[in-house]
DNA sequence: CTGCCCCTATTGTATATACAACTTAATCAA
DNA sequence: TTGATTAAGTTGTATATACAATAGGGGCAG
């Protein structure tokens, strides 16, 4: 290729990668703005357009860009705090193992607000909320029960999903991405309700997730996703040098 | 492509993917074994060698297979899960609350592996391991019970620390930080002796969080750190920056 | 003004090819 | 026997090319 701002890495796509990592966390390329064309890159790299693309997608599939065909390719940037979880979907975590996904509403309803939930959501009292259960199955067996509460002003067609063919979590993302999020992790004990449609034993421990999203326009949904602790965990493997490239060092 | 096995998606390389996906869960590659190479996948699917190696170097970044140059293609063991945390120091987060720190090590020692432990390090039946179990109190009620193995060629003067002064987390972190890092989280009930230590009850959920590290000369440490549900939980809350990248967003 | 079509830019996928880098096994020479 | 070299097989990277799919703008007809 030929000569350029591009140096560090022996491999090419890694060069390209790291030079849009530089980019964006110099602010050359605010969050949200376009990056170049995979064209322009190409011309301005010296690179063949297969590469470029290799560089560009993987920084996609990580998360740092977001490419809409047609369109172009945007900066994505999140800013991770201390520990964190990423929002998993849980049908997409048992496909990934080559698992079937099965899902059961138990409910799906609209209800009016209690002082405690309303104040959730930092709303009045008697608000009008959405209100789902779902348990989700991996090879018929139950591997996660799903109560979720969304706010209608976020999602005014919650009700009308069939979410045994779109996982609520999915259709949520797809109307509008968190602008922030809350992950809290305990080990409970269910109670019998939970027990019996988890398939458990009533001294058997659970992994509970609470998960609250916000947007812009304020608290958008809260949700409580119990798993048994046999069947099911939660993990992460990392490299710790990419993970100090995603942060832009 | 010529007519196969492959069916579902419409893309190649998701065809690919599900391929060798279904022959892993299948059992016709077990843990660890070789599957094809590139040029045999390429003439059994009909597909070029390109669109063979973006499929299985997505399977391989997502974790599930482990490519060696100039070998092949393995089954990884192991299937991470989603998520990611990082590192966390009992003692900071202690710390960052305003509260107390306290340790109390009540072991500390080399020892000669057995099988199943020397396998976690990699290494033979035999080889010397360090050994410690500390329990970590917040204003003298106990948060965590820490058990960990080093291995002396990460860490050669683990024995003569003092672990009451600097937790072993933080003189583990300040020889080398690991290259790679592995969490897995449990809810799970601890056994007599480590009730007996976190002072809880029998039925008691406990979150369990288990952590490997490497660095780049091989395995350095496996933890197990235990919780009492009731007193301790993972959380975190991020910002996540906006995608609306159309236009002037 | 409105709706439709078409053109362009951009990303998405697929292929053929080439050479580099690495591992293992076989071969050959001392 | 030992050591070095070679050869074959496999993954890693890079390029050139082609066509498909999508989004948006501009122009044209009504």
């Not at 290799?54 to 172009?72: F, H, I, P, T, Y």
């Not at 449609?197 to 304020?218: D, F, K, N, S, Y």
Request: with cysteine; aromatic share 8%.
């Amino acid at each position: 290729m030929s000569d350029n701002g591009l140096e560090k890495p022996q491999k090419l796509y890694e060069q390209i990668k790291q030079y849009l990592l530089d980019g964006i966390a110099s602010g050359q390329w605010p969050d949200g703005s376009r990056i170049p064309s995979e064209h322009e890159l190409m011309e301005v790299l010296g690179a063949s357009r297969m590469t470029v693309n290799r560089a560009v997608r993987e920084l996609s599939a990580d998360g740092l860009l977001n490419r809409v065909q047609g369109l172009g390719t945007f900066v994505r940037a999140r800013v991770p705090r201390s520990a964190l979880l990423e929002i998993y979907d849980i049908s997409e975590d048992i496909q990934r193992r080559g698992n079937v996904h099965k899902s059961q509403v138990l409910l799906l309803e609209a209800f009016r607000a209690d002082e405690a939930q309303a104040a959730a959501f930092m709303l009045r009292r008697g608000v009008r909320l959405f209100h789902s259960e779902i348990v989700h199955f991996e090879n018929d067996v139950p591997v996660q029960f799903e109560v979720r509460f969304v706010s209608p002003r976020f999602a005014p067609e919650y009700l009308e999903q069939d979410f045994t063919q779109q996982t609520s979590n999915r259709y949520l993302q797809g109307i509008a991405p968190p602008s922030e999020v809350e992950h809290i992790v305990h080990a409970v004990t269910p109670d019998e309700r939970a027990q019996a449609l988890l398939e458990i034993g009533p001294h058997e421990p659970c992994l509970q997730v609470e998960r609250r999203t916000w947007t812009e326009a304020g608290p958008a949904t809260r949700s409580v996703l119990t798993h048994p602790g046999r069947r099911y965990s939660l993990g992460s493997r990392y490299a710790v040098a990419d993970w100090n490239a995603k942060k832009g060092g």
